[in-house]
């Protein structure tokens, strides 16, 4: 490279690379690992520093010694500034690579999705790597994965217009009072009357209203005991909602950004969030919990999966520490992980859990059982307490790696086709 002159990088990989905009006035263009305004001292031939003699041969010997020490600490400071400046310019490499591949992956998805059929099998192998962030991919992927978008691009717009309709109605029908829903209706039934015969007007006639529709009626069929049902559900998930992450502005209440999400991406999330949890719903019935379909048999899945591919440690934890799946799994199983890892974390395993050819009950146990068998050492060195509260505020890992022992699973187990 010329002195004073700089390679010029695009704007989006140039600021990638560490350190490389200062380069050259570091170094003056000469290649020099010092930094600017640093010197050393000048070692003269005969061992001494710059500007001293030496008087006696004591003297000589102890400035020999200083010498050596001098020398042996620029020598390592001049190792570990090679160091540095080499791990720089080795993590800005790996940088760049992290985001060509990342561009080169949104390339393929937006491709895929812009063609007049989805290849759902192509997305799905694409998806389980992990979607890039921004753009709207994931949302978009996610929607053709669960089914809610169709494959063909030209039904897009007609089934999200229709689908936003059905649960605009069925929130009007499930929240509106029924005294507004008998208002309607009878403006309604007015509006048709009126129009089939403007000539004549007459006064309204009086609606009786049964017991069963009295607000004060306590009985279960009455349409204002439902009516109060539907709204503390309502309440409930509102709350729920708030408290999801409250330190993120998406889910802060009423903020004008959260507010924003709750138009037609509200619509969206309703009608994905039912395709998800269709299969699953056998989990929250208590009745059916001791039945082949419900929680406590899939937490004895989790078991088997476990002890097929670690036998050791499954042993540890049913009998020696003596803790149950039930004790930790049940969440992790029945919130789909989602309290167990921070929110980018998350959309990283959904990414794999949607994208499963099996199903995504099938992936889960596999994390699930992956996430036993990352803390093994832990887990076989720990008592009844320990392991609970280890497995119960599971510690930081990184997510690929987890995802890549869960795939490597033992392929015996991979014919689980399970209940979600």
């Known amino acids: ?225 439902q009516y109060f049902e539907h709204t503390e559900i309502a309440e409930q998930i509102d709350r729920d909602l708030q408290r999801t992450h409250p330190e993120m502005k998406f889910f802060s209440g009423e903020s004008s950004f959260s507010r924003k999400h709750r138009s037609n991406a509200e619509a969206d999330s309703f009608s994905c969030f039912v395709r998800l949890m269709s299969d699953s719903v056998d989990h929250f019935c208590q009745q059916l919990d001791n039945s082949s379909v419900g929680i406590l048999s899939t937490l004895s899945r989790l078991a088997e999966l476990l002890k097929a591919n670690d036998e050791e440690l499954w042993r540890h934890l049913e009998f020696t520490s003596k803790v149950k799946p039930q004790y930790y799994a049940f969440r992790w199983i029945t919130l789909l992980l989602t309290q167990e890892f921070n929110l980018q974390s998350i959309l990283r395993i959904w990414d794999s859990l949607l994208s499963n050819p099996f199903g995504v009950q099938d992936m889960l146990l596999r994390v699930c059982c992956a996430m036993l068998l990352c803390v093994k050492s832990r887990l076989l060195s720990g008592d009844f307490a320990a392991n609970l509260k280890l497995l119960q505020h599971y510690p930081d890992i990184n997510t690929e790696h987890l995802l890549q022992v869960a795939r490597d699973l033992s392929p015996d187990t991979s014919s689980y086709r399970l209940s979600l």
Do not use: C
């Not at 010997?61 to 160091?83: C, F, P, S, T, W």
């Not at 992990?130 to 063909?152: C, E, F, H, I």
């Not at 009357?193 to 017991?211: C, F, M, V, W, Y």
């Open 1 to 225: 490279m010329l002195k004073g002159k700089k390679l010029k990088l695009p704007d989006r990989l140039g600021s990638l690379v560490v350190g490389f905009d200062d380069k050259d006035e570091d170094s003056g263009g000469s290649g020099s690992v010092f930094e600017s305004g640093e010197e050393l001292e000048i070692i003269q031939p005969n061992g001494f520093g710059s500007g001293r003699e030496s008087e006696t041969d004591d003297d000589g010997e102890i400035e020999e010694d200083a010498m050596v020490k001098r020398k042996v600490k620029v020598d390592g400071e001049l190792e570990q500034k090679g160091r540095q400046r080499h791990e720089k310019d080795g993590s800005g490499h790996v940088l760049v690579m992290k985001i060509i591949q990342t561009d080169e992956k949104r390339s393929d998805i937006e491709y895929e999705i812009s063609q007049k059929e989805v290849n759902l099998e192509k997305l799905q192998r694409i998806a389980s790597t992990g979607l890039p962030d921004g753009g709207g991919l994931r949302a978009t992927v996610w929607k053709l994965l669960l089914g809610y978008l169709p494959p063909s691009r030209d039904l897009w717009e007609k089934e999200l217009t229709g689908n936003r309709q059905k649960y605009s109605k069925l929130k009007e029908e499930l929240l509106l009072t029924p005294s507004e829903l008998a208002r309607i209706k009878e403006e309604a039934l007015h509006s048709t009357e009126h129009n089939a015969d403007s000539d004549t007007d007459g006064p309204l006639t009086r609606q009786k209203i049964s017991h069963e529709d009295h607000p004060l009626s306590l009985g279960k069929s009455s349409v204002w005991h």
